[in-house]
């Protein structure tokens, strides 16, 4: 894996999708799991994050015993023990942290949350929808490289709409002044790119062939060649 | 970037689920139904511009031959040319690796939403039906297993479809000639056969025989018989063998006879093809006697009487005049 490599490069761009995919699984688990205050699991998260730079964690990941999305919650459930265990906090604001992240963004989404909902599905959710939005940023960089901009605007109104009934593709086609078979071809193109963009990511963060094809099979229920 | 609701992240997964048909002349249109090991979809077929129906895997793990097996599927539809059996046009792996066929797009109900207020001779003639391309894949030496009232369809010119043939199998008792020297597809039943021959149990409760209930590999044409049987109890019944009948009032003895005979739990008690149960409803539609019902004296008559009831009554009512003639000549 990447985030394991000794070149300093590699290791740092492996870290900022690990991170920028893992941050709120980790801060919204710990929350729940282990009742920590808010201020306390941000800078919790942050110390982990910064472990996690270090290679403290990372160095002893062999993907051949499980995938990373379930080792790294283990990580999260020893690091609070041993934290609980030398009592040691890191004091508030005293150390800059491994992110840039908004605590209170997850911390509202977080109030959201079913009481139902174990602190292990939802570190799992938080998972795919952190891998959604970094698919969902890669998407937009690559319509706007590659002009499409329109495919992208036709994806969000109809994909990302949570508008109850969703509008017909001959509304769309009137709305976007297109024809309806243009619609259908974008939305595709759309939905095809989405997908890649989703599988590049989650290609970044998983340390072999093998944990990529189980993680993307989990996440999208097929085989990936 | 706005968060993702819990309803877009499930709307985008559902999205990424759907089948790729990149690279191909299809074209999904929506989602049709579930099934055990996948989904059909309903699609257009962009070079011949009509729709058809693409039944998909769900899941692709290398190792479960799932895909093998609906291979195996569209190359048993494939070769089982009959009005009855829906026809493949096309079989493939897509681009995100996940086995296809494409069949005929069927449009029509289900056997159970086709029935309601039918008439009971109407309900035999369906069966009578729907036993013809079952009788046809038995004479080639398949077995569908998993005959039930969800997996026949009534299309839209009346034409009767047994489908879903995902778990059809190769006879225990071997393959027999094709009569009409239709190619069968000896290396995908012999592969059908070692798929399927790990002892699980597959079929859905109900109508499923005893025989296949335990796991048995080795069953025959004969498992077919007994869900044939179920299909009938259903159809007079309006339930599923052993579950709590909506109507049985109006059966009649001869008819709960061939219902039990199929569904006799030995597979040597049932009817040993479809076409002997058939030739079975077809005596009791046309007022004669059937195979597994010994009538009485009394039933034999009131029988007879029954299917000659206008000659009968012509008879009686020229013997009630010749008898009226001769009372009034002796005055």
Known sequence: MAAQSGDPGARSRAFEVIAAAYWKPIYKYVRMKWNMPTEDAADFTQDFFTRLLEKEFLDSYDSGKGRLRTFLRICADRFFMKQARDSHRLKRGGKSGALAVNFEEAEQELATVPRSESPEDCFDKEWVRSLFMLGLQQLRASCESGGKMVHLELFERYDLDEADPKPSYAQLATEFGLAVTDVTNYLAFARREFRRCVLDQLREMTASEDEFRREAQTLLGVEIR | ?331
């Not at chain 2, 729709?51 to 195996?72: E, H, I």
């Not at chain 2, 009968?312 to 002796?330: D, E, H, P, S």
């Open chain 2, 1 to 331: 970037m706005k968060p993702l609701s819990d309803t877009v992240v499930a709307n985008l997964k559902a999205g990424m689920q759907m089948p790729d048909l990149e690279g191909t002349r299809y074209r999904i249109v929506r989602h049709l139904a579930r099934g055990g090991m996948g989904s059909v979809w309903l699609a257009e077929d962009t070079v011949l511009e009509r729709r058809v129906a693409l039944k998909v895997l769900d899941l692709v793990a290398p190792t479960d031959g799932l895909p093998v097996r609906l291979l195996q599927e569209a190359r048993i539809l494939a070769g089982l040319e009959h009005p009855g059996i829906v026809p493949v046009h096309d079989a493939g792996t897509l681009a995100d690796g996940r086995a296809f066929y494409c069949m005929k797009y069927v449009e029509g109900q289900t056997l159970a939403q086709h029935i309601a207020n039918k008439s009971l001779p109407h309900k035999l003639r369906l069966l009578e039906r729907i036993a013809e391309p079952l009788d046809f894949a038995h004479a080639r030496g398949f077995i569908h297993r998993d005959l039930k009232p969800e997996n026949i369809m009534i299309g839209a010119f009346g034409e009767v479809l047994v489908m879903d043939w995902g778990l059809a199998k190769v006879s225990s008792t071997g393959l027999k000639p094709a009569e009409n020297g239709t190619a069968v597809p000896l290396q995908a039943t012999h592969n059908s056969s070692r798929i399927t021959a790990q002892g699980s149990v597959l079929g859905t409760p109900g109508y499923i025989s005893p025989e296949q209930a335990r796991g048995n590999t080795e069953v025959d044409h004969r498992t077919d018989i007994f869900s044939l049987g179920a299909i009938l109890w259903f159809m007079l019944a309006g339930s599923a063998p052993g579950d709590p009948p909506v109507a049985t009032s109006g059966v009649s003895p001869p008819l709960r006879a061939i219902c039990e005979k199929a569904l006799a739990p030995d597979p040597d008690a049932r009817y040993q093809s479809a076409r002997e149960m058939t030739t079975d409803i077809a005596h009791y539609l046309n007022g004669e006697p059937v195979s597994a019902y010994p009538e009485g004296v009394l039933e034999r008559m009131g029988r007879v009487l029954a299917r000659h009831r206008t000659a009968v009554i012509l008879v009686a009512v020229y013997l009630l005049m010749r008898l009226l003639f001769i009372l009034l000549a002796r005055r």
